[in-house]
């Protein structure tokens, strides 16, 4: 390109929804780039979204935007070329002759308009956001980016000399310090490329000596040496260089100019891991489906992917997977500029088929297809892409996917592909063109993820096994037990029920090869899921194109059952739980030797799917108050300590043993790391040591030594801290642990406190004589109740409600974590947070929680179980009350099972102390008949 003339600013703009052609009056004006929506043209959308933003002024049609341009008489004469950044499907005219159409969803449009004459002229574009080619993923989907109408980015007419360079392609050789130059040279049979490459974004500067090379019409290739001194580029260094090209066409003079970024890179799959530059990473992956609030669509400027990809990093990330979508250019150039490593993917979520199936869409297909290739052309120079994957969670013919992959890969080897993420669901296979594998299973049982729908189960150890740091994915990726058993059921075939995007589908479970064991990286896929109440204090932030009118129905539905004041605390209560869920998802992926990485979903709130809070991050990524940075990434970073130990509980003068390990994926090898613990107890420190560990060059894993503690003896319940840090660096690592006395009880003293199981008339007697009693019910017995699960929700409550509805599976108990009054008398001998915290595991995992709807505010439950914000149930875990003259205290825990841990001891020997106290006080009366209501 010799030069360009910016198209943006004010076009005249006629909202078309009805389709009825080009001779329509133009009645407005836009300021493009940018969309209809931002822009607030056409009606008020009425409809309001409760399970995704609402986009305020949505426009689903034709919008036709014309704007007149001058040529100047220098560029008269020109080869020019309208291109149109990001948009939908477009038909450009050009005084009133149509010069063609295009329908990418991820590329650039652009049209030729050959040689313009100089002075005025008309270019008419004709943007639809309907009917498109395929579905679109999360490109098109009101879940993130919204179905938006206009064109963004870069708009501008690029000018040309009679020859020109395109289908430039940049191959970084490693080994040789040199890149290769391909491409196409078009309008002369020769000429010459002059190329010179100078480095920024580094500490050290670079610059490669100016070459010159001879080209042909057609294909050209030749090798740019950049010299044995070359930087290179990785996520530790993200050294670029600025490559010029300038093509020179005899006397004509210069006649084609490019600047591109390039990286000296080798991004491999070697064994069990990727490497860059022959070492080996960890990816620390986030899932992205391009969610802007305030915009409605994708940022094409660097410096706001430089902000966003910037806070992804702070949190410990180097790899981003784009579900169902690829961002714009400016995505990659930040990426480059940061040192991420991008997974673009092609926007389908559906199932692959071929000529002979049934519902075969040929078109779409081909579609698909062509679409990958235009990200390849586009996007493939970046350093940081180094990844590319064919949709997400696809079914149908492994035949077909793989031939995609193999032309993938004949095309452009320069990148990993992936036949997709996740396909196949819970009968995965390798493809022979696959380069790694990215899932959540490798059959039923083989699990390498923390969490899973109830109607995906088995559901994961973070959700149902009892506390420890004890698990990793190693015997699920290579089974001790392969190939001595085979799983009957795994290779039955037949039709199965499986989830399928957003709902419910039986699908052909196929030839299935049953029990394999990967020999690539391994990456588990959507990882983590852990939900949090909406923060209603966000509301305000929604000063865009999308309204938060989810979140305001969400309120109003909190207000109507009488809980709109703990809102905030439900928040922050249920967020903290979250973080713990999070913490040993992600450590259990680095304690795991044989994964590759994982994808997290997500780093951020995802706003749409029913409306799914899993962030840490809300939706603008803006940090939500529940951790630091900083502290996220002492257990997700490049280098993170690791302590085995199987429980969190203690008692007193038992024998706290700890495993400690590093894992170790930064650049270099240090050598030397001394490790120092500490544990400590109420400001006293209990033991301390040090160890050193030798860090052997190509070592990732690194066993450091192994603690043996004897725990002292306590008389109360004591939380202690568990302290790990390396000499001279940011690593570190901390775990709360409790100690518990020894001398506690199984179960309480029935000669002392008046227990009974059920609500009889013989408790409800006592009462009435100004007895105390505590009412036990057993959980099986009640009808009125929720399920107690320490875990928060999965995903959201109201999307995997509906699906295991539909698949007649068992739906989520939907809580997320307690509410405790934490000042509260009774937790005298119980010492807690006002959030879940793993004392509280064993004694949840053996409840249900009353239903306490319609009751009075006043009456407020000790012990309060966070429900989601569709049911919004009042739900009390532990409560009490007067019920004529005595009183009542309530709490639907097995004990018999809750005693048989020293944590669910201490709480009934607290319930106990304070029920014998005089602090026993409650203050709210309550009638039999209510009771009764209450407790079935």
Not at 373 to 387: D, K
Request: aromatic share 10%.
């Amino acid at each position: 390109m010799l030069t360009k003339i910016s198209l943006e600013g004010e076009w005249k703009l006629q909202l078309d929804e009805r389709k009825q052609g080009l001779n329509l009056p133009f009645q407005d004006v836009i300021n493009l780039p940018g969309t209809t929506s931002h822009a607030r043209k056409g009606p008020k959308n009425e409809n309001v979204l409760i399970g995704a933003l609402t986009d305020e002024y949505l426009f689903e049609g034709q919008a036709w935007y014309s704007k007149e341009i001058t040529i100047p008489e220098e560029l008269a004469g020109k080869n020019c070329s309208l291109y149109l950044e990001r948009t939908r499907m477009t038909t450009v005219w050009l005084d009133g002759r149509e010069i063609g159409s295009r329908n990418s969803l991820n590329t650039a449009h652009i049209y030729e308009l050959e040689k313009l004459e100089a002075g005025s002229h008309t270019i008419t574009v004709r943007v639809d956001n309907t009917d498109y080619p395929t579905k679109g993923g999360h490109l098109t989907s009101p879940d993130t980016q919204t179905n938006w109408n206009g064109i963004t980015g870069r708009l501008e007419l690029q000018f040309f000399g009679d020859s020109s360079l395109s289908d430039i392609r940049l191959t970084p050789d490693l080994a040789a310090c040199s890149v290769r130059v391909t491409g196409l040279l078009k309008g002369a049979t020769e000429g010459t490329v002059d190329v010179v490459a100078e480095s920024f974004n580094s500490k050290n500067s670079h610059s490669a000596p100016q070459q010159e090379f001879a080209v042909s019409e057609g294909e050209f290739s030749f090798v740019y040496e950049l010299g044995s001194d070359a930087l290179l580029w990785s996520e530790f260094e993200p050294n670029l260089y600025n490559v010029s090209l300038v093509l020179k066409d005899g006397e004509a003079g210069v006649a084609d100019r490019h600047e591109l970024i390039f990286g000296l890179k080798e991004f491999k799959a070697a064994g069990d891991k990727f490497t860059i530059n022959g070492e080996k990473t960890f990816l620390r992956g986030k899932h992205d489906g391009l969610i802007f609030p305030l915009t409605g669509y994708a940022p094409t400027d660097v410096e706001e992917w430089l902000r966003i990809l910037g806070i992804a990093k702070s949190y410990g990330m180097n790899h981003y997977r784009f579900h169902t979508c690829c961002p714009p250019e400016a995505a990659f150039t930040a990426a480059d500029m940061l040192g991420i490593y991008m997974e673009p993917e092609l926007p389908f979520w559906g199932t692959i088929t071929e000529e002979a199936d049934e519902g075969h869409n040929q078109a779409e297909q081909d579609y698909l297809i062509s679409e990958g290739y235009e990200i390849l052309r586009a996007f493939g120079n970046h350093p940081s892409f180094v990844m590319m994957s064919l949709g997400n969670e696809l079914w149908g013919s492994r035949t077909k996917i793989d031939s995609i992959l193999k032309e993938y890969k004949a095309f452009d080897d320069r990148h990993l592909y992936t036949q997709g993420s996740n396909n196949h669901q819970f009968m995965p296979e390798i493809l022979e063109h696959d380069d790694f594998f990215c899932g959540v299973r490798f059959s039923r049982d083989r699990l390498f993820r923390g969490s899973y729908a109830m109607c995906d189960a088995p559901q994961g150890h973070v959700q149902t096994d009892y506390p420890s740091t004890m698990k990793d994915y190693d015997d699920q990726i290579v089974p001790p037990s392969f190939g001595k058993e085979a799983d009957s059921d795994e290779k039955a075939g037949g039709s199965i029920q499986i989830q399928y995007g957003t709902e419910a589908k039986t699908v052909e479970a196929g030839d299935v090869s049953g029990e394999w064991i990967p020999q690539m990286p391994v990456v588990s896929h959507e990882i983590g899921q852990y939900a949090t109440f909406p923060n209603f204090e966000e509301i305000d932030k929604y000063q865009g194109s999308l309204k938060a009118e989810n979140f305001k129905f969400f309120r109003e539905r909190l207000e109507s059952k009488g809980l709109g004041h703990l809102a905030g605390k439900y928040f922050e209560s249920s967020g903290q739980l979250a973080v713990a869920c999070y913490k040993e998802e992600l450590e259990a992926a680095f304690r795991s030797r044989r994964l590759a990485g994982f994808q997290l979903l997500d780093l951020q709130d995802f706003s749409g799917q029913g409306t799914a809070l899993v962030g840490v991050l809300d939706a603008f990524m803006d940090s939500k108050g529940m951790i630091t940075p900083e502290e996220w990434r002492t257990f997700c970073s490049d280098a993170v300590l690791l302590a085995r130990f199987p429980k969190y509980n203690y008692v007193a003068g038992e024998r706290f043993i700890a495993a400690v390990e590093l894992s170790w994926f930064r650049s270099g090898t240090p050598g030397n790391l001394s490790l120092h613990w500490e544990l400590s107890a109420e400001d006293a420190r209990l033991a301390e040591g040090s160890a050193e560990a030798n860090i052997q060059a190509g070592s990732n894993y690194i066993d450091i030594c192994q603690l043996t503690v004897d725990l002292p003896v306590v008389h109360r319940m004591t939380p202690a801290k568990l302290s790990l840090w390396i000499e001279g660096s940011d690593i570190r690592k901390s775990y709360d642990l409790w100690i518990y006395p020894q001398l506690i009880g199984s179960r309480i003293d029935e000669d002392e406190i008046n227990l009974f199981e059920e609500l009889s008339d013989e408790a409800l007697a006592l009462l009435e004589q100004g007895k105390n009693v505590l009412l036990m019910p057993k959980p099986e017995s009640l009808e009125n109740a929720i399920e107690g699960t320490y875990c928060t929700d999965f995903w959201c409550y109201p999307m995997f409600r509906s699906i295991s509805e539909s698949m007649n599976r068992p739906v989520p108990v939907g809580t997320m974590g307690l509410l405790i009054e934490n000042n509260h008398p009774v937790f005298r001998d119980f010492p807690c947070e006002e959030h879940s915290t793993y004392p509280w595991w064993s004694i949840v995992q053996n409840s249900k929680s009353i239903i306490m709807d319609g009751t009075d505010r006043e009456w407020s439950p000790i012990v309060q179980t966070i429900d989601n914000f569709e049911r919004n149930h009042k739900l009390g875990f532990l409560f009490e009350c007067r019920v004529g003259q005595g009183k009542l205290l309530v709490c639907a825990l097995d004990a018999s099972k809750a005693g048989e841990t020293p944590e669910g001891r201490q709480f009934l020997s607290s319930l106990a102390g304070y029920m014998s106290s005089n602090e026993f006080n409650p203050q709210y009366n309550v009638s039999a008949a209510e009771l009764r209501e209450l407790i079935r």
